[in-house]
């Protein structure tokens, strides 16, 4: 078993499998676009891992509290990884966390995005550590987000070949 999966069943985390789309839903895009040593990863949110939507849906500062906004954040990033996984075999093969864009489903007056957003980044460097995991980063709240999901992110990786 590699390093980041034994990190991961350590946790006591498991990796999704691809998400459960509502009927009728498709998407005519790949969740993860490979580009030379980069890997550009569409916008994913929170699932369970059976692949489903993770509950509770609505916007953070109303239906979820903070700590709700982070944990699914948190259930992003496995869904993320669980896509990662698929695209290029091996998730130790990353070398680099470059860049992730965190996007909130704010009530009106919310403000605190970046404490949401934090659940994704926290598991990041914890598998990762700081030398790999470290990542540029935006959290912007967003008056909706597809099928009123709490968080949405994306993200860009380098791995190796």
Do not use: C
Not at 62 to 81: F, K, N
């Amino acid at each position: 078993m590699n390093r980041i999966e034994s990190k991961l069943q350590s946790l006591g985390l498991v990796l999704p499998p691809p998400i459960a789309m509502p009927p009728g839903v498709s998407l005519p895009f790949p969740w993860v676009r490979l580009s030379g040593q980069r890997a550009l990863i569409s916008g994913h949110g929170p699932q369970n891992s059976d692949g489903t939507l993770a509950q509770p849906l609505g916007k953070v500062g109303r239906e979820l509290t903070i700590e709700q906004g982070y944990q699914a954040a948190r259930l992003t990033a496995l869904g993320m990884l669980a896509s990662l996984q698929r695209a290029i075999g091996d998730l130790d093969r990353v070398t680099a966390w470059v860049r992730v864009f965190g996007m909130v489903n704010t009530a009106p007056g919310f403000h605190r995005m970046p404490a949401v957003i934090n659940g994704f980044s926290d598991l990041i460097i914890q598998l990762y550590g700081p030398e790999i995991g470290a990542h540029a980063r935006s959290a912007v709240g967003l008056a909706e987000l597809p099928f009123d999901i709490p968080v949405e992110i994306e993200a860009e990786v380098e791995f190796s070949g």
